[in-house]
């Protein structure tokens, strides 16, 4: 009987990264995710034109002191910010009623975008932006578990996003949601 060949390929987020570069991670979808309580004073709301000022208020603050500013000078400014919010949500695919906001007294402090990759069974995740004072609260969890029920429910199979490898703290973000990185041929 012959050997049968198993690659294993090395995980490109456990060596330092040089440069800026972007990395897929992948999740299989099998499970439903339990969701906690918004604490006290945090409303969650469905994205709406109307709210595309607030997910730009979002990605701003969420990504004030990360990586991602020194790769996108857009995200250094309000309008920049905006502009982004609007080309994802302008985007083929985007996903309005699976796409939320997260106010806390009326301001928005957390956010994710998200679309279903058109013809295939993928849903993805573009941005979790959560403004710094609000950090360490659950709010990108609750949004990510949140949405990946909803991609369960809409029959997608799989989820993915893609990173920044020098975000080391999305990074594990997303690796104790359940994401790993994406391998290639």
């Known amino acids: ?7 294993i390929a090395a995980d490109p987020f456990d060596v330092a990264v040089k440069e800026s570069q972007r990395y897929a991670m992948h999740m299989k979808l099998n499970g439903r995710f ?5 604490p006290d004073g945090y ?13 730009g208020a979002v990605l701003f603050q969420g990504f004030l002191a ?18 982004m919010a609007k080309e994802l949500t302008d985007m083929p695919g985007f996903l309005a009623r ?3 906001v997260i106010m806390h007294n009326g301001v928005p402090v957390a956010g994710i975008i998200t679309s279903r990759s058109l013809g295939c069974v993928f849903g993805q995740i573009h941005l979790v932006a959560v403004a710094h004072r609000h ?4 709010l990108g969890s609750y949004l990510t578990k ?23 703290q999305s990074i594990k973000f997303f690796r104790v949601m359940g994401f790993r990185a994406a391998q290639h041929g």
């Open 98 to 100: 699976h796409s939320y």
């Open 146 to 168: 949140r949405v990946l029920n909803e991609f369960q429910d809409l029959k997608l199979m799989h989820a993915s996003l893609h990173v920044l490898g020098d975000n080391r």
């Open 66 to 83: 990360q990586p991602e500013r020194n790769v996108n000078p857009r995200l250094a400014t309000n309008v920049g910010c905006r502009g």
């Open 43 to 55: 409303t969650v709301e469905s994205f709406s034109i109307d709210k595309l000022h607030a997910f």
């Open 1 to 7: 009987m012959g050997a049968i060949a198993i690659r």
């Open 34 to 38: 339990l969701l906690d309580e918004l």
């Open 135 to 138: 950090r360490r609260l659950g």
